[in-house]
């Protein structure tokens, strides 16, 4: 596995699995910064707290992110990386899982770590 490769897995699985803990999502503002973008069905929003903010005022308290499919790559001269991700999000209380696709572009901070630049979230209907 390429570096990019499991860069992106090592987020992907942070960033669910704390996502999905209780009172995760207010976490997850250490993975953004001033400058990231979020858009939300949709909805857009920039900076670590307005991004925090969105994802906190969710109506549900506990959710599970079920990973189907995840695609890496590398993104230009910046050493950033493109993580795509398909799956399946069950609501507390539901039955039956939405489907969802996620976007990341995440790019490097200080050395060995990144943060995300750019986030797209997108619930599949149909």
Known sequence: MTDFESVGKAFVGHYYKTFDAPGG??????????????????QQMQGAQAIVQKLSSLPFQSCTHHVSTMDCQPSGQTGGIIVSVTGQLLVEGEQHPLKFSQVFQLMPSTPGNYFVLNDIFRLNYA
């Open 25 to 42: 999502r207010a976490q997850l503002g250490s993975l953004y910064q001033d400058t990231s973008m979020l858009t939300w069905e949709g």
